[in-house]
């Protein structure tokens, strides 16, 4: 997905397909609350959203990038 065309949050589905994982997958960091998880923010009285920017810099950061010291 391009970047400009993007909302600045999103819904747990639609950061999953963003990123091509499962909306479980988004679920288990939030409930583990795993340091390494996507951050994400809660809006009134439980509406979670994803900071689309955020996610992308989240996968931007765990890149593997081979041959690298």
Not at 5 to 34: M, N
């Amino acid at each position: 997905m391009q970047n400009e065309s993007l909302p600045l949050y999103v819904s747990t589905d639609d950061a999953a397909k963003i990123l091509g994982l499962s909306r479980s997958s988004l679920e288990k960091y939030r409930h583990y609350r795993d340091l390494e998880g996507l951050p994400y923010v809660v809006f009134g009285r439980g509406a979670v959203r994803y900071h689309v920017p955020s996610l992308l810099k989240w996968a931007e950061g765990r890149t593997v990038r081979h041959g690298a010291a």
